[in-house]
């Protein structure tokens, strides 16, 4: 399930002029925390103003919600998502820079993801990422097998083959946070060494 599949839209934008009490009143009538700050030319970025941006920013200090501006305590540039993102990445996105939602953009503005949006909407309840990483590595192994038995161990074939092999794997080590010792390519070569020659094999490893 990607990003798109569990985005909230329409999106409910602010300027960046309108004052702060606005922003609470939007907020309030929305029933949302978090408003997506609109750009002011074409080569701007977008910005986000959160309940806790106007919280600790202007509430906690006492200050005035109809003197301030909503571009005096947003966020600009904001973290953003690609709709085709996995939503486990976008998930890793919102707590490592501690966000609540993030806008999702594609050369326009798309839609909103939160962190309610993946607890609701996502379908690792049903299988998780790491259990599909794993089928699919399963499944290109296999392939790749074939691909070099039926064309040859030293066809661009069979290379192309175990390089996506070996790039699932590793993103399969980097979900489980392990050590990857060998790569399924690496396992090959030693079992067929004249797959590859040494200087065939260090083009491979640099992509």
Request: hydrophobic share 40%.
């Given at each position: 399930?990607?990003?798109?599949?569990?985005?909230?839209?329409?999106?409910v934008?602010?300027?960046?002029?309108?004052?702060?009490?606005?922003a609470?009143?939007?907020?309030?009538?929305?029933?949302?925390?978090?408003?997506?700050?609109?750009?002011?030319?074409?080569?701007?970025?977008?910005?986000?103003?959160?309940?806790?941006?106007?919280?600790?920013?202007?509430?906690?200090?006492?200050?005035?919600?109809?003197?301030?501006?909503?571009y005096?305590?947003?966020?600009?540039p904001?973290?953003?998502?690609?709709?085709?993102?996995?939503?486990?990445?976008a998930?890793?996105?919102?707590?490592?820079?501690?966000?609540?939602?993030?806008p999702?953009?594609?050369?326009?503005?798309?839609?909103?993801?939160?962190?309610?949006?993946?607890?609701?909407?996502?379908?690792?309840?049903?299988?998780?990422?790491?259990?599909?990483?794993?089928q699919?590595?399963?499944?290109?192994?296999?392939?790749?097998?074939?691909?070099?038995?039926?064309?040859?161990?030293?066809?661009?074939?069979?290379?192309?083959?175990?390089?996506?092999?070996?790039?699932?794997?590793?993103?399969?080590?980097?979900?489980?946070?392990?050590?990857?010792?060998?790569?399924?390519?690496?396992?090959?070569?030693?079992?067929?060494?004249?797959?590859?020659?040494?200087?065939?094999?260090?083009?491979?490893?640099?992509?």
């Open positions: 399930m990607k990003v798109a599949d569990i985005m909230s839209t329409p999106v934008t602010i300027r960046n002029s309108a004052t702060v009490a606005c609470v009143g939007l907020m309030r009538q929305q029933g949302i925390q978090a408003l997506i700050v609109e750009r002011a030319h074409d080569e701007d970025a977008y910005g986000i103003l959160t309940a806790t941006d106007i919280v600790a920013k202007v509430v906690a200090s006492g200050r005035d919600l109809d003197a301030v501006r909503v005096e305590v947003m966020s600009k904001c973290i953003v998502l690609n709709p085709n993102l996995g939503i486990e990445y998930a890793r996105l919102l707590t490592d820079y501690n966000l609540h939602c993030a999702v953009i594609q050369s326009t503005l798309l839609g909103v993801v939160s962190i309610v949006d993946i607890l609701e909407r996502g379908d690792f309840l049903q299988q998780s990422l790491e259990g599909r990483l794993s699919q590595l399963q499944q290109l192994t296999e392939t790749a097998k074939t691909v070099c038995q039926t064309q040859g161990a030293d066809t661009p074939a069979c290379k192309a083959a175990w390089v996506a092999v070996d790039a699932l794997q590793a993103e399969l080590a980097h979900q489980r946070q392990e050590k990857l010792e060998k790569t399924a390519f690496e396992a090959y070569r030693e079992v067929y060494p004249q797959a590859f020659g040494d200087e065939e094999y260090d083009t491979w490893c640099s992509g």
